[in-house]
């Protein structure tokens, strides 16, 4: 399995922002597709984001649509979700999970990605 490491999570006030990071060693990210997807509490695991491998483009989720950006920097082997405008129903721990040559779309699947990171934790509260 490929190792990713998230950072950046915290504790944010409301209507606040946050840069979760996904770093990945010993494998090239741009061949694979990210995805972000978060657990809060006593729920299931939900999607987020994704970010399709060889630049084929991103999906939202509608929960974050207008709120959070996905993106990617090769050089630095790190894919990044921005997060702006935090709600309180944002917290959750987010896990960043990768899969070899997939295109994101409506059909994203949690079980379509095979290697995942251990997650951080996003807190919005005042």
């Known amino acids: 399995q490929l190792q990713l490491v998230e950072s950046g999570g915290g504790l944010v006030q409301p209507g606040g922002s946050l840069r979760l990071s996904c770093a990945a060693s010993e494998f090239t990210l741009d061949s694979y597709a990210i995805g972000w997807f978060r657990q809060a509490p006593g729920k299931e695991r939900e999607g987020v984001s994704c970010i399709s491998s060889s630049d084929r483009g991103t999906y939202y989720f509608d929960s974050v649509k207008g709120r959070f950006t996905i993106s990617r920097d090769n050089a630095k082997n790190t894919v990044y979700l921005q997060m702006n405008s935090l709600k309180p129903e944002d917290t959750a721990v987010y896990y960043c999970?990768?899969?070899?040559?997939?295109?994101?779309?409506?059909?994203?699947?949690?079980?379509?990605?095979?290697?995942w990171g251990q997650g951080t934790q996003v807190t919005v509260s005042s």
């Open positions: 999970a990768a899969v070899w040559d997939y295109y994101c779309s409506a059909y994203v699947r949690e079980r379509d990605f095979d290697s």
